[in-house]
């Protein structure tokens, strides 16, 4: 396992149409967060994992974004009903339990929403 | 709500020019990371500082903790091309509080 792993890399949606982006954490870790960043700023925090429950959930995901971890190892975020707002680079990270908990990067998903 | 405040947004110098950069904070952090990112992917991290006044060195990268552990700086010997990047600070590792970057460029 060399790290945290995102697909797509990049995706290009027409507005109203729902995505779904797919991370794999590193093996070990058991914590697993979802970010978003737009141009000219830094990452904003999403939603939380621990094992397979949801945690945490920042006030900007709305009732559009949903976010499993069914079986404590990969996640999907889910955007319905997209819009252009939505565009942005959506990052996966993932930490261990004990320790430091800092978090590792996957690549990121380029959302563009047209 | 913790709030990072990174200075300054952009800087650009020549290669071999020394930098530092900032991370304010009015908030305690127990620990504060520093990312660098290239653009079209995400973060990759440099180090975690967690004691107060805590100094740590990576090659030609200084970096330190406030002694109140509510501030941090970064500073690059040297600089070269391939340090261009914007550079993140987090408090609180795991669910962390970004600030907005310093992008900084270094020019042949």
């Known amino acids: 396992d060399t790290g945290v792993s995102q697909d797509p890399r990049h995706k290009i949606t027409k507005r109203g149409q729902n995505v779904t982006f797919r991370c794999d954490p590193i093996?070990?870790?058991?914590?697993l967060y979802w970010y978003r960043q737009t141009l000219g700023q830094g990452p904003e925090f999403l939603t939380y994992?621990?094992?397979?429950?949801?945690?945490?959930k920042s006030r900007l995901l709305s009732d559009r974004f949903s976010a499993e971890r069914p079986k404590g190892s990969f996640s999907t975020l889910e955007i319905q009903r997209t819009e252009q707002g939505d565009s942005a680079m959506y990052l996966c990270?993932?930490?261990?339990?004990?320790?430091?908990?800092?978090?590792?990067f996957g690549q990121g998903t380029r959302l563009t929403v047209v | 709500t913790q709030l990072l405040e990174q200075s300054p947004q952009f800087l650009s110098i020549q290669e071999g020019e020394n930098l530092t950069v900032y991370c304010n904070s009015s908030?305690?952090?127990?620990?504060l990371q520093w990312y660098r990112q290239e653009p079209g992917e995400g973060p990759v991290l440099l180090v975690t500082?967690?004691?107060?006044?805590e100094v740590k060195k990576l090659k030609r990268l200084t970096f330190q903790f406030g002694d109140a552990r509510k501030d941090s700086s970064l500073h690059i010997t040297a600089a070269q091309p391939g340090d261009t990047g914007l550079y993140l600070c987090?408090?609180?590792?795991?669910?962390?509080?970004f600030g907005d970057g310093t992008t900084l460029t270094v020019k042949p």
């Open positions: 990270a993932s930490s261990s339990l004990g320790g430091l908990t800092e978090a590792f």
């Open positions: 994992f621990q094992n397979e429950a949801q945690l945490e």
């Open positions: 500082v967690v004691t107060g006044g």
């Open positions: 987090a408090g609180n590792a795991g669910k962390s509080t």
């Open positions: 093996s070990e870790h058991n914590r």
């Open positions: 908030s305690v952090f127990s620990s």
